[in-house]
């Protein structure tokens, strides 16, 4: 853990935020979190240090993961479309996500931010790829299906697996790598954040993606 106090010298915060920023996102990659909850996130590991008996006060973690949620912004100048439902009800709260930075706030209290430690754009990326690696093109999924389902996961007797980058699978101790599955970094991840890399790559690529809310059941068709 960094120092239980933030700097008030612009230049000496600059510095610690950068370090902030990058154990945080790490720490959210290797415990696959993509929300944090404030108040928990205070007694975790992440913002407390036993040894010494310190941790970073709440308004503190608050202070870095506001200039997380800035960071980035300016840099990601890409307009989402339109939603695809008439209603727009499944797709429309993820369209400001697609100028977010390196996290989002879910609430206005700032109790809960969601964590980019990939950013929305590189997940997009990915799942263009998947969708190419497996063949997946000219098929329709809903969410739910790439959450859990083919997308995102192989059996041991899927021809698919040896065509994926050791970088994009994670491997599952016990659970379903005991009954020789493996997910990709896509398997169960965060709803709102696959929404988010969703919309991106139908505005970035609208020949590759398709998003859909049919009868209620969100998709996405792939080309």
Same mark, same amino acid.
């Given at each position: 853990?960094?120092? /239980?106090?933030?700097? +008030? ?10 370090? @902030?920023?990058?154990? %945080?996102?790490?720490? /959210? ?8 909850? !404030? ?9 407390? $240090? ?18 997380? !949620? ?9 307009? /989402? ?33 969601? %964590?980019? @430690? ?15 690696? /497996? ?30 980058? &050791? ?8 659970? &379903? ?6 997910? +990709? ?7 709102? !954040?696959? $929404? ?28």
């Amino acid at each position: 853990m960094l120092a /239980c106090s933030l700097q +008030t010298h612009d230049a000496s915060w600059q510095k610690q935020y950068a370090s @902030w920023s990058q154990l %945080i996102r790490d720490y /959210c990659k290797a415990k696959r979190i993509f929300v944090l909850t !404030v108040n928990d996130a205070s007694t975790s590991e992440l913002f407390t $240090n036993a040894a010494i008996g310190r941790a970073l006060p709440i308004q503190s973690i608050i202070r870095v993961l506001d200039r997380l !949620v800035l960071e980035g912004i300016k840099s990601q100048q890409l307009a /989402c479309p339109q939603p695809a439902s008439a209603s727009g009800r499944t797709l429309e709260p993820q369209r400001r996500r697609c100028h977010a930075g390196y996290g989002q706030w879910e609430d206005g209290g700032k109790e809960r931010c969601t %964590i980019y @430690w990939r950013k929305p754009d590189e997940w997009a990326d990915m799942i263009a790829q998947r969708v190419v690696e /497996c063949g997946f093109q000219d098929q329709i999924f809903t969410i739910y299906d790439v959450l859990h389902g083919d997308f995102s996961s192989d059996t041991g007797q899927s021809n698919t697996l040896g065509s994926l980058s &050791p970088a994009h699978i994670v491997e599952f101790a016990g659970g &379903p790598h005991s009954l020789g599955w493996c997910a +990709t970094d896509m398997f169960e991840m965060d709803e709102n !954040v696959l $929404n988010t890399a969703l919309l991106i790559l139908e505005a970035r690529e609208p020949q590759k993606a398709a998003l859909f809310d049919d009868d209620e059941t969100p998709g996405v068709k792939f080309f």
